[in-house]
């Protein structure tokens, strides 16, 4: 089992920035890759980021890419999205994510995902 709370989701203006946390407890959090989701209003799910165990490898969805970046810290068991230039159709619940399956390889289906978050809210305002 993996537990996974976010945090650092907020209100925040057209082009501002933000850094959402999740910590995980549970199985040894070196062991796993980790992703980041989205939810806007009345759509589905959507893949954000996601980084495999140790850092070295990562994955963006292209809507994000050179946005936002996302990081790890096994020494706190926690994974990082920051997260610049935010638009306004970005608002959405950002939940984090973790495949335990996959160390190495850098999953970006929801279907390798086993553990989530409860999730966090950002909106971006206009």
């Known amino acids: 089992q993996v537990q996974l709370v976010e945090s650092g989701g907020g209100l925040v203006q057209a082009g501002g920035s933000l850094r959402l946390s999740c910590a995980a407890s549970g199985r040894t959090f070196s062991n796993y890759a980790m992703g980041w989701f989205r939810q806007a209003p009345g759509k589905e799910r959507e893949f954000v980021a996601a980084?495999?165990?140790?850092?070295?490898?990562?994955r963006y969805a292209d809507s994000v890419k050179g946005r936002f970046t996302i990081s790890r810290d096994n020494a706190k068991n926690t994974v990082y999205l920051q997260m610049n230039s935010l638009k306004p159709e970005e608002t959405a619940i950002f939940y984090c994510?973790?495949?335990?399956?996959?160390?190495?390889?850098?999953?970006?289906?929801?279907?390798?995902?086993?553990?989530w978050g409860q999730g966090t809210q950002v909106t971006v305002s206009s």
């Open positions: 980084i495999n165990w140790s850092g070295t490898s990562t």
């Open positions: 994510a973790a495949a335990v399956r996959f160390r190495i390889v850098v999953p970006t289906e929801r279907y390798d995902y086993d553990y």
